[in-house]
């Protein structure tokens, strides 16, 4: 009885660690969250016309299946103001966009919902019914283990996907602006983008990607988005 009982315990023990994920060193990574509406807002902080987005983004950022990402440009800097957040390489990807969108050129503000659809946002239902009608479709799963991020595998074709890493502040930061066409105001900004960084391709296989050390109070997310600023396929907050 005594050995019955002694077997009985290790086999619970063996059972709770399994679970727990002791000793399992070949366990797959844990999935991150579930699938996410990118809503990726172009902005000016010397744009008069952008307040209103702003804020609509920054709202709509509460929600857990939204990732809501402030882009700040340059081409505004010119104007009287030098946007504090703004860097060629988003001024840079908004330009891509206007040509995948097939737009004569780039604007402020912009929300581009998955890299599928985009609208002005001056109105949260209007960037509510691009979420609505737009998805993520066709990707890997993303899950991160050992300061790395895994992508599974998933049928796919054509050129390989760039895998983004996207660096954010999660806070709400007030910015007094002091000239151009918003001088006088003082204006929120959340889910400011501080980097974005490409960690490699993805073509439909299982891969690995190193993630480079984190900075500071900054948030992260991944997005794996077709070439030449298409389509996002999947996205996950790490």
Request: charged share 20%; aromatic share 6%; proline share 8%.
């Amino acid at each position: 009885m005594e050995q019955r009982t002694r077997r009985g315990l290790l086999g619970a023990l063996a059972a709770l660690l399994t679970l727990l994920g002791g000793g399992a060193a070949g366990a797959k990574p844990a999935p991150l969250s579930e699938p996410l509406s990118v809503i990726e807002l172009f902005t000016s902080q010397g744009c008069s016309s952008c307040p209103p987005a702003n804020d609509n983004v920054r709202a709509l950022s509460e929600r857990p299946d939204i990732l809501a990402l402030s882009f700040g440009v340059t081409y505004w800097d010119q104007l009287g103001w030098k946007d504090t957040f703004a860097q060629p390489a988003f001024t840079a990807r908004q330009f891509a966009y206007a040509r995948a969108l097939h737009h004569a050129g780039p604007f402020t503000p912009q929300v581009v919902v998955d890299g599928r659809a985009d609208g002005v946002g001056a109105r949260k239902g209007e960037i509510e019914a691009l979420a609505a009608r737009t998805h993520l479709a066709g990707g890997p799963s993303i899950a991160v283990r050992d300061g790395a991020v895994i992508l599974g595998a998933a049928p796919f074709s054509g050129s390989p996907a760039d895998v983004w890493l996207v660096r954010y502040d999660p806070r709400v930061i007030q910015v007094p602006i002091q000239a151009g066409e918003n001088g006088g105001r003082t204006l929120p900004h959340k889910n400011v983008v501080r980097a974005l960084i490409r960690l490699g391709a993805w073509s439909g296989g299982p891969a690995r990607f190193s993630l480079p050390r984190d900075h500071d109070g900054l948030a992260a997310a991944v997005l794996v988005q077709t070439v030449d600023t298409g389509p996002i396929l999947a996205a996950s907050k790490l």
